[in-house]
């Protein structure tokens, strides 16, 4: 599912992918549901395509999430209005005790944050990679096997 889910550069917030075209997508701003152009020069970012710096290399944001829903029990992280650099970076400490300090900034954990919040609000399955494609596969797989 966070294949479908957007960033956009500029722009609050995550969208949903409606619809692909040559030169524009449309997409729908998770929560008000108001579906507006993206244009193939604006920088848009699938989070199934975000990684965290580690010292071993990159953990998928998927992971990252799904810890964090762990944690929090299913719940929004609630650190404040105003968390310090200092409490986001425990955060984080918490969750991926090996990311990378030097490639890791306090506004990255930040959008971290903010995106899980979202997904948590609108109900955004973390573990699905697209929408009944896991229900699909399955059962198919049981039939043959």
């Keep these: 599912m966070l294949s479908e ?3 956009i550069t500029g722009r ?3 969208y949903r992918l409606i619809s692909t075209n040559k030169n524009m997508n449309i997409v729908e701003l998770l929560g008000d549901g108001k579906r507006v152009p993206v244009y ?3 920088k848009v ?3 199934s395509d ?3 710096y580690t010292q071993s290399g990159d953990t998928p944001l998927r992971e990252v999430l799904k810890t964090i829903k762990e944690k929090e029990g299913g719940k929004q992280v609630s650190l404040g209005s105003k968390p310090s650099g200092k409490e986001l970076f425990t955060f984080l400490g918490e969750i991926l005790p090996d990311y990378s ?3 890791v900034y306090a506004g990255d954990i930040k959008k971290i944050i903010s995106w899980y919040n979202i997904l948590i609000e609108h109900d955004i399955d973390l573990e699905a990679e697209k929408s009944g494609e896991n ?3 399955e ?3 049981k039939e043959k096997g």
């Design 139 to 141: 059962p198919e797989a």
């Design 12 to 14: 609050p917030g995550l």
């Design 5 to 7: 889910i957007l960033s």
């Design 50 to 52: 975000v990684s965290i």
């Design 101 to 103: 300090k030097e490639s």
């Design 45 to 47: 970012v699938a989070l």
């Design 40 to 42: 193939a020069q604006e």
């Design 135 to 137: 229900a699909t596969d």
